[in-house]
């Protein structure tokens, strides 16, 4: 989960040496102490499977329910992880609650496929419908393409044909086309869909970018007319021909 950040030691570790200590009452009473903000999704996210370890059921489940209510909602890549963990804890109640809450309120930027998949794993359908009519699509931030691509995908599993065609057609002319690796996934996950226009119209501006090969790989069956490569301007490239400089 990339999501996951913060530095020096994670909040879970004293929870492992608890455990090892056999000591699972200690690690209610630490819990009491409130060892990480309650509205910090990734520190729950992280805390939870060591109280999981530690074998402090009573202690999961009062932090499940705790953060469920009160965890921010800025990052929707942290919830999304934060959601997962909570059903791999059986916490099914916290899932329900943070779902609804996530679904109506969370950030709906280009972190928000995780978001989406999780909803859907868990089998939230009422906070599934209501994510989708915040209309994702069309907030995604274009900025990353890797990102939009993973939102694309997850629009599919959805059944949001007309959210897929949306953030196609977005993409396609205005992503940012400065990684190529992110580019070439994106394009991917376009054909995938059964994009071909939006496919060819991102291989075109990414070819004009200097990505010719992309073009190439993507747009087969206009190779023929680009024996000598591409202008930027998008003609095809003629032969060069050396001529002597006139004295």
Request: with cysteine.
């Amino acid at each position: 989960m990339s999501g996951r950040r913060g530095c020096g030691r994670e909040p879970g570790a004293g929870f492992e040496e608890l455990r090892e200590a056999g000591a699972s009452d200690a690690v209610t009473t630490l819990l009491a102490r409130d060892p990480v903000g309650l509205d910090d999704p990734d520190g729950v996210a992280i805390l939870l499977p060591a109280l999981r370890e530690a074998g402090a059921g009573d202690a999961v489940a009062a932090l499940a329910t705790r953060a469920a209510g009160q965890v921010r909602l800025d990052d929707p890549r942290a919830v999304g992880w934060l959601l997962r963990e909570l059903r791999e804890a059986g916490a099914s109640d916290a899932v329900t609650t943070l779902a609804t809450r996530a679904a109506g309120q969370a950030s709906l930027d280009h972190r928000a496929a995780e978001l989406l998949g999780e909803l859907r794993a868990a089998g939230v359908w009422d906070a599934v419908t209501t994510l989708l009519a915040r209309d994702p699509a069309g907030q995604a931030s274009l900025d990353h393409p890797g990102e939009v691509a993973g939102l694309l995908r997850e629009l599919r599993e959805a059944g949001a044909s007309d959210a897929v065609t949306a953030l196609a057609t977005r993409a396609t002319g205005q992503v940012r086309l400065d990684d190529p690796g992110a580019v070439a996934f994106l394009l991917r996950v376009l054909r995938e869909a059964g994009a071909g226009d939006a496919v060819t119209a991102l291989a075109t501006r990414a070819a004009n970018e200097g990505m010719f090969d992309l073009f190439l790989e993507f747009c087969p069956d206009k190779a023929s007319g680009y024996p000598l490569g591409r202008e930027p301007d998008g003609a095809p490239s003629q032969t060069w021909k050396w001529q002597e400089p006139t004295s």
